[in-house]
Structures are given as C-alpha cells and as structure tokens.
C-alpha cells in the first residue's frame, strides 16, 4: 500500500482538504478495504489492480468503474470528494472523524461498518487507518483543533468543480482556517 501514498496526497492536496496530509492516509485506508490488501498485506481481490480504481468508485447503477490508469482514478477521486456530501469529510482535521464521515455518506451508506470496537460508519477505514499510521500519528504533533460548532463551511460551484470555503464564527472571531 506504500505505492498508493503518493497517489493520495496528490488528490489531497487538490481538493481543499483541512487536514490534507490525514486525508491522504484515509484514502490508502479506504484503498486497503477497497481492493483487499487490508493492513495485512494480503493481495488484492484479482481484477482490483487491472482496474486501477483504489477506492471503488463506481457509476450510477453501483457499478465499479474500470479506469485505464491510476491518474484516471485520481482525476475521479478529486471529482467524487468534491461533491457536497464530502465536503464534511475534507473539513475534519482527524482521521477517525474522515472516517465516520465516509461511512455516513450517502456512497457508503454503512458500507465500511467495522467491527467492534470500530462497529460504526467508517469503522473499518478507521481500523486499517490504525494499523497503517495510528503509531505515526501519535507520535506527531496534535491536529489543529476541529471547527468550532458556529464555523460554517460553504461549498461553490466554480467553473464546473466545487470549492470549499470557510465562512468566519459569528460575531467575527478571526480569519477562517486555511484550507
């Protein structure tokens, strides 16, 4: 999964993330559920790589859609976190709140339930995320605080893709955080 790493940060770090470094984790985590490698290293279901798709995107009809290289999934990656309901995934700063906002959404509709004590939305992403980089991360510094509960997030369409923005707290209280 070290090879899909790299793929991650680079959507992370183009779809307005807050946390971009912790999304590109999540999605290798999501990419090990995915395709079958969990976090034991496990080979993939046969046809995942052949697919190029890390995440199970799929089409309308619940289709996983074939892609002919890994930058065509990156580009449907990008497309798919855009949407508004993943905009309260790239607001979260921490990898267990990515992950139970994955599970929420309406693509995964419980999908990634896990099993306890992951037994919730997101649980299984969240389970692999740990054993992949849950010693990383804490021995690194904290993440920046969540959003206050009176922050807002706006999501605009903008020449055909949509943006994240931040609106201020009420009664000013500073700049927005960047994105």
């Known amino acids: 999964m070290s090879a899909v790493l790299p793929l991650a940060q680079a959507v992370a770090g183009r779809v307005g993330a807050r946390a971009p470094d912790v999304l590109a984790q999540v999605l290798v985590a999501q990419a ?3 395709t079958g490698w969990q976090a034991s290293g496990v080979p993939p279901a046969p046809g995942w790589r052949e697919s190029h798709n ?3 995107i799929a089409d309308a009809k619940g289709t996983p859609r074939m892609f002919t290289a890994y930058s065509a999934w990156q580009e449907a990656e990008e497309r798919a976190l855009r949407l508004p309901y993943y905009a ?3 607001a979260a700063t921490d990898a267990e709140t990515m992950c139970r906002r994955l599970g929420e959404s309406p693509w995964a509709a419980g999908h990634y339930v896990g099993e306890a004590p992951y037994a919730w939305p997101g649980g299984s992403v969240y389970a692999v ?4 980089f849950g010693a990383q ?3 690194q510094a904290p993440s920046p605080a ?21 609106l201020p ?11």
Do not use: F, I, N, S
Not at 169 to 179: C, D, F, I, K, T
């Open 54 to 56: 890390l995440t199970g």
């Open 88 to 90: 309260q995934v790239l």
């Open 32 to 34: 090990a559920v995915e």
């Open 129 to 132: 995320w740990r054993e992949l």
């Open 137 to 139: 991360a804490q021995a």
């Open 146 to 166: 969540a959003p206050a509960a009176h922050e807002a997030l706006e999501v605009e369409d903008v020449g055909g893709h949509l943006e994240v923005k931040w």
């Open 169 to 179: 707290p009420a009664g000013g209280g500073g700049p927005p955080p960047a994105v």
